[in-house]
């Protein structure tokens, strides 16, 4: 009755109840009910809501375990690739190094390969001509033997001329020779640098893919930061979530247990109630029992007391109509005395004008009167007149009268005796 929100609960309530209190404990306990019902169907929302909560903090923890994984890994990744990100950065920083000198003697060789390459063509021409020359030289040597004379001195100063402009065309050949073998080391030589130049370039490109590759790398390495900075606020709010969701939990548990005790000790002071209100009931449908056959006692001894009480009434009517016809006969025959009595005061002149006036009066209210009136008014008067002359005056009245005035007295007599009883009924 407590958790009712009664505080004065007491034994009285149980084995002496008051109408008052006994009501304010029903509304009460009518009350609690009808809340609990209403706490359960919130209780059984919460608790639905506590299980579907307790699956997403489950979800969201294997989710926090996958990314805690994911997040690790990439932490390795990005561990690795910046140390990889390191050396090629230091490689690349070598290799445009390089690449820079190797541009400024790539400009200088430039230009002496255009310059050898000038020359090369140059002393290619001249070589041709040199050979163009030469054979025309020997062809003019053999057209000039045909036709010289065959002189012995003259010839050997021919050949030895021939000798001398051999040896010397020999001689410029050997130095076209060295020099053109010397333009084609040098060829060789720009070759080589050619290639090393393409390989130069080659490796630049791979640099600048490398290059493309480490901001590319950059930026998945931002992004990544920002994704693990994402993901730890996210952990940080799943992890204020679970304890917000925890505490929920606890108190809502707590509320969940203290309910059902409230709910248990409700339930049992209700079984104590109903058990009483059961017992009572059987005491009232007992009572009710008595009480209907009481009732019923009493409606059969009121039919009778009815039945009496017509049959009352009917002979009170009898009487009354009786006691009316009676009246009426006293009336007339009151009428009657008073006629004979004024005829008599007539016959004697020596009766004073107030015995007189009294008769007329008594005349006039027995004339007068109707059927509603009083019967014993006429009886006074007719008493106070006797008093007043019947024996000093000396009336005498013959046989008749005097039994007309006894019947006439006994007849008002029964008369008042009639009406008062019809007064009293």
Same mark, same amino acid.
């Given at each position: 009755m407590t958790l009712c929100g009664v505080r004065d609960f007491n034994l009285n309530?149980?084995?002496?109840?008051?109408?008052?209190?006994?009501?304010?404990?029903?509304?009460? /306990? /009518?009350? %609690?009910?009808?809340?609990?019902? *209403?706490?359960?169907?919130m209780l059984n929302d919460l608790e639905a809501a506590v299980a579907e909560r307790m699956a997403e903090e489950q979800a969201l923890l294997a989710e926090q375990e996958r990314m805690l994984t994911e997040l690790k890994r990439l932490k390795e990744h990005r561990a690795a690739r910046e140390l990889e990100a390191a050396a090629i950065?230091?490689?690349?920083?070598?290799?445009?190094?390089?690449?820079?000198?190797?541009?400024?003697?790539?400009?200088?060789?430039?230009d002496e390969i255009r310059a050898i390459k000038a020359q090369c063509n140059a002393l290619t021409d001249q070589a041709a001509e040199a050979k163009l020359t030469l054979n025309s030289l020997d062809n003019e040597v053999e057209e000039l033997r045909d036709q010289i004379v065959q002189?012995?001195?003259?010839?050997?100063?021919? /050949?030895?001329?021939?000798? !001398?402009?051999?040896?010397? #065309?020999?001689?410029?050949? @050997?130095?076209?020779?060295?020099? %053109?073998?010397?333009?084609?080391?040098?060829?060789?030589?720009?070759?080589?640098?050619?290639?090393?130049? #393409?390989?130069?370039?080659?490796?630049?490109?791979?640099?600048?893919?490398v290059v493309a590759r480490k901001k590319e790398v950059s930026a998945t390495t931002k992004d990544t930061k920002e994704a693990i900075a994402r993901e730890e606020r996210q952990y940080n709010e799943l992890v204020s979530f679970h304890q917000t969701a925890r505490r929920q939990l606890a108190s809502l548990q707590e509320k969940l247990n203290r309910m059902e005790q409230q709910s248990q000790l409700k339930l049992e002071a209700a079984a104590a109630l109903v058990d009483d209100q059961i017992k009572r009931r059987e005491a009232a449908e007992a009572e009710h029992a008595a009480t209907?056959?009481?009732?019923?006692?009493?409606?059969?001894q009121i039919r009778v007391w009815r039945e009496r009480a017509e049959e009352v009434r009917a002979t009170l009517e009898a009487r009354s109509k009786a006691i009316v016809d009676k009246y009426n006969t006293l009336r007339r025959a009151v009428m009657e005395y008073c006629r004979r009595l004024e005829s008599a005061m007539s016959a004697n002149?020596?009766?004073? /004008?107030?015995?007189?006036?009294?008769?007329?009066?008594?005349?006039?209210?027995?004339? &007068?009167?109707?059927?509603?009136? *009083?019967?014993?008014?006429?009886?006074? @008067?007719?008493?106070?007149?006797?008093?007043?002359?019947?024996? &000093?005056?000396?009336?005498?009245?013959?046989?008749?009268? @005097?039994?007309? !005035?006894?019947? !006439?007295?006994?007849?008002?007599?029964?008369?008042?005796?009639?009406?008062?009883?019809?007064?009293?009924?």
């Open positions: 309530d149980v084995f002496k109840p008051e109408p008052a209190r006994l009501k304010r404990n029903l509304c009460a /306990i /009518i009350n %609690f009910g009808k809340f609990r019902d *209403e706490k359960v169907a950065q230091a490689e690349t920083a070598a290799i445009a190094a390089k690449n820079a000198q190797l541009n400024k003697v790539h400009v200088v060789l430039s002189s012995p001195d003259r010839m050997q100063k021919a /050949i030895s001329d021939l000798v !001398t402009a051999a040896e010397t #065309q020999r001689t410029y050949y @050997a130095a076209l020779r060295s020099t %053109f073998n010397d333009y084609e080391r040098k060829i060789e030589m720009i070759a080589k640098f050619e290639r090393d130049m #393409q390989r130069c370039i080659k490796l630049l490109e791979d640099l600048e893919l209907s056959a009481r009732a019923a006692e009493q409606e059969a002149p020596e009766l004073d /004008i107030d015995s007189r006036m009294m008769l007329k009066d008594s005349s006039m209210m027995g004339a &007068g009167a109707g059927a509603e009136d *009083e019967p014993g008014a006429h009886f006074d @008067a007719l008493g106070e007149l006797m008093s007043t002359h019947g024996a &000093g005056e000396g009336l005498l009245l013959d046989s008749t009268q @005097a039994r007309d !005035t006894s019947a !006439t007295e006994r007849g008002a007599a029964l008369l008042s005796k009639g009406v008062q009883r019809l007064t009293l009924g």
